[in-house]
């Protein structure tokens, strides 16, 4: 029962994080740095963001060879059901409204993406394609969370916005606020594990996806 909860958690978060990714791609005002790079992909591929989602998750999972990380079963269905979801939503929400219109798509783009993030790490079931890229530079480098993270964005978004990708005041707004709000409900919606349970650090803790 208590893993039962654990996998309707996971897959509820990883449902509607796609979903928040498709209302902040909607809204037009900037996409977080990864979305950029799929963005820009896109422009060139038309492979669809939902498929080009999967791709570069698996290009990532392919990087923690390397790094020696191991992947868990929240990390393989982040990698496969995400870019599905946000297809979902890219088909359900309309493009081109109004202005007004798009700052609250962008709104609840953020905090849908917040609450996703608490639901899938609070279920435990291992860290998100490139949290785990962050984490494990982390690891074998020695260098601070913030470095690595930043540094990995900072070349992500650069070449996303080279091929074209929507970069914009929601970017930034999307780059300062997704970690306080984060930092809120992965508390909030963490699973309590059983007593005597062993609770292993868990990596993913410090930023989504």
Not at 68 to 76: C, D, E, S, V
Request: glycine share 14%; net charge positive.
């Amino acid at each position: 029962m208590f893993v039962t909860r654990r996998l309707i958690q996971l897959l509820i978060g990883l449902f509607l994080y796609g979903i928040g990714i498709a209302l902040i791609v909607r809204a037009g005002i900037g996409v977080a740095p990864w979305d950029v790079l799929t963005q820009g992909i896109d422009n060139h591929t038309h492979l669809g963001f939902g498929l080009i989602t999967i791709l570069l998750s698996g290009a990532v999972l392919l990087l923690w060879i390397p790094i020696r990380q191991k992947p868990g079963a929240g990390t393989l269905l982040n990698a496969v059901l995400v870019g599905p979801a946000a297809d979902v939503g890219l088909w359900l929400i309309p493009a081109d409204l109004d202005l007004w219109a798009r700052i609250l798509l962008f709104a609840a783009g953020l905090l849908l993406i917040a609450v996703a993030t608490g639901l899938y790490i609070g279920s435990h079931f291992g860290p998100g394609p490139r949290d785990g890229l962050m984490t494990g530079l982390h690891e074998r480098t020695g260098w601070k969370i913030w470095i690595v993270r930043t540094g990995i964005e900072v070349i992500v978004l650069g070449i996303g916005w080279a091929l074209g990708g929507n970069v914009g005041i929601g970017t930034a707004l999307f780059a300062v606020l997704i970690g306080p709000l984060c930092q809120r409900t992965i508390p909030f919606f963490a699973i309590k594990r059983p007593v005597g349970t062993v609770r292993a650090a868990d990596p993913a803790l410090t930023t989504p996806l």
